[in-house]
C-alpha cells in the first residue's frame, strides 16, 4: 500500500474511530458509514496533510476509499494550475 494510501485510511479511521486495519481500498463510503458531513471533514483533513486542494465538485464522484486515494495522488502530482476531478 502507498504512503498515500495509508495517510488516507488513517484520517478515515480517526475520524470514524475505527480501526485501521478495517478499511481497505475497495471499501465504500457507506459501508463505513461516511455521509456527506463526514466526506467534507476528511477533506479537509486530506487537503490539510497533503497540502493539497480538492475542488468541491470532485467530492460528489467519489465513491470509495480507492477513488479518494486515487483523486489525492492526481493531485499531488499535477501541477497547482490544473484541476483534476
Given at each position: 500500500?502507498?504512503?498515500?494510501?495509508?495517510?488516507?485510511?488513517d484520517?478515515?479511521?480517526?475520524?470514524?474511530s475505527?480501526?485501521?486495519?478495517?478499511i481497505?481500498?475497495?471499501?465504500?463510503?457507506?459501508?463505513?458509514?461516511?455521509?456527506s458531513?463526514?466526506k467534507?471533514?476528511?477533506?479537509?483533513?486530506?487537503?490539510?496533510?497533503?497540502?493539497?486542494?480538492?475542488?468541491?465538485?470532485?467530492?460528489?464522484?467519489?465513491?470509495?476509499?480507492g477513488?479518494m486515494v486515487?483523486?489525492?495522488?492526481?493531485?499531488?502530482?499535477?501541477?497547482?494550475?490544473?484541476?483534476?476531478?
Amino acid at each position: 500500500m502507498t504512503d498515500i494510501a495509508t495517510r488516507c485510511i488513517d484520517i478515515i479511521a480517526k475520524s470514524k474511530s475505527i480501526p485501521a486495519d478495517s478499511i481497505s481500498l475497495t471499501n465504500t463510503f457507506d459501508e463505513l458509514n461516511i455521509d456527506s458531513l463526514d466526506k467534507i471533514n476528511i477533506s479537509f483533513e486530506v487537503e490539510e496533510a497533503f497540502n493539497i486542494e480538492i475542488p468541491d465538485e470532485a467530492l460528489s464522484t467519489l465513491r470509495t476509499v480507492g477513488d479518494m486515494v486515487e483523486g489525492v495522488a492526481k493531485l499531488t502530482t499535477a501541477p497547482a494550475h490544473i484541476t483534476t476531478h
